[in-house]
């Protein structure tokens, strides 16, 4: 898969890493059960500190996309479906322009359980 | 065969040719004064161990380099060479003459006027020394000529590649681009290796059991072979980061990718080496091929290597635009 990253853009490196597997994931590039580059071999490859890969992978384990596994690096997981991956980068978007808005944490949560109700 | 390839097979038939007519004129010369019987082996010291028949002797001589000579000139002549390959393949050939034409000819000066059968031949192993260097001047003199020809032309498939497929990059980007080489025989070969060296130690004894068990653990981590395209080139690597094969970006010229055939091409299947191209081969099919900057192929079979080949383009493209 294609890891691309800018240095000089405002987004953490770690997150444009996560975005980059998250892309890969939603256009069907990555299949469940592929093997990602370990962490080290990822930072040594994009020339940048083991720890940010790793806030990277971190990210996308939370979300449910990878399984971090010691030794055996990081797996996508069964249920990482391009259909989830999309979904994931939708709820990153309301996110992203919730802040903008200025809305708080609470009230975007109220939107959202409202839309669930309907 | 145009008049450019036909300067090619003669330059590389020359120093067969050369060494084929020093074989004859000194059978024809030396044959009244050499034994019937020729010491042709010698030990550490110097002295006779091992004898052949004169005929059978000065026939060899001849004949060696003239079907050496041809095999040369065929893959000269049939080879696809591109770019500078031809110039190390030349010498290659240069040295080979050398070194038969020297050891031939010290055997042949060592055994004249001896008596049948006697020990009186000796050689010392100076002589190899001299064969040897004389491989060397050789291969230098004949690098040197192929160097005064003009370089092959490039052919289409690295033409195109040069006009081929980008992976557009905003300045100060970086990329990388990994994938593994999924095989079902590679983890299979290293553990039935391992498991018969298991076996073989057990049922027989462990010298001959012991090697196979080593080499299927050397194996075992490059089960699943990670090549990864960035800003280093092109490297394929195991579980562990060392050993690996690794190409620098400086060391290409072009990528494409291809589907190639790894018998007919590459000889077979695993880290080959061939007179113009050498390659990672799992199997048959879909691989980046980069050409380098030597007129070499260096092939790598994993998937969606359009991608990568398109990738590597690009970074080799960058570091041009710099440099």
Redesign the interface.
């Known amino acids: 898969m294609l890891f691309r990253v800018d240095p000089s853009s405002s987004v953490p490196l770690g997150d444009q890493i996560a975005a980059c597997v998250r892309r890969a994931v939603s256009d069907g590039s990555v299949a469940p059960g592929e093997r990602l580059p370990a962490a080290r071999a990822l930072a040594d490859s994009l020339g940048v500190n083991v720890h940010t890969a790793l806030r990277g992978y971190q990210r996308l384990r939370e979300e449910g996309l990878i399984e971090l596994r010691r030794g055996r690096g990081a797996v996508v997981t069964a249920g990482a479906s391009p259909h989830r991956a999309r979904l994931l980068e939708g709820v990153r978007a309301v996110v992203a322009e919730a802040r903008e808005l200025g809305l708080a944490e609470g009230d975007l949560l109220d939107l959202v359980r409202a839309e669930l109700n309907a | 065969m145009n008049p450019k390839k036909l300067g090619r097979a003669v330059l590389v038939a020359l120093p067969f040719l050369v060494v084929l007519i020093l074989a004859l004129v000194l059978a024809g010369t030396l044959s009244d004064r050499l034994p019937g019987r020729l010491a042709t082996h010698f030990s550490a010291t110097g002295e006779a161990n091992g004898y052949t028949g004169r005929t059978t002797f000065l026939v060899l001589t001849a004949l060696v380099p003239a079907l050496l000579g041809a095999c040369w000139t065929y893959m000269a002549v049939r080879g696809r060479f591109h770019g500078r390959a031809y110039d190390g393949f030349t010498a290659a050939g240069y040295a080979t003459a050398a070194f038969f034409g020297y050891l031939t000819t010290v055997t042949l000066f060592a055994n004249v006027d001896t008596a049948d059968g006697a020990p009186g031949a000796t050689f010392t192993m100076w002589h190899l020394v001299g064969a040897f260097g004389s491989a060397a001047v050789a291969a230098a003199l004949g690098y040197f000529l192929a160097r005064l020809l003009p370089a092959l032309p490039d052919d289409p498939e690295a033409a195109a590649a040069r006009e081929g497929a980008r992976?557009p990059?905003?300045d100060?980007?970086?990329?990388?681009?990994?994938?593994?080489m999924a095989s079902w025989w590679l983890p299979g070969t290293a553990l039935a290796m391992v498991l018969a060296g298991v076996v073989l130690t057990f049922a027989l004894r462990p010298v001959t059991g012991l090697p196979l068990m080593v080499i299927g653990l050397v194996l075992l981590p490059y089960s699943?072979p990670?090549v990864?395209v960035?800003?280093?080139g092109l490297i394929v690597?195991g579980l562990l980061?060392w050993p690996r094969v690794h190409v620098p970006l400086e060391r290409i010229d072009t990528a494409t990718s291809r589907n190639v055939k790894a018998v007919a091409e590459y000889g077979g299947w695993g880290y080959r080496v061939r007179a113009t191209r050498s390659g990672v081969i799992t199997r048959s099919g879909e691989a980046i091929v980069a050409r380098l900057e030597n007129g070499r192929d260096f092939a790598v079979t994993v998937d969606?290597s359009a991608?990568g080949a398109a990738?590597l383009n690009t970074l080799v493209d960058r570091r041009r635009g710099r440099s």
Do not use: F, K, Q, Y
């Open positions: 992976i990059l905003a100060g980007e970086v990329a990388g681009w990994v994938r593994s699943r990670n990864t960035d800003r280093r690597s980061p969606d991608t990738l």
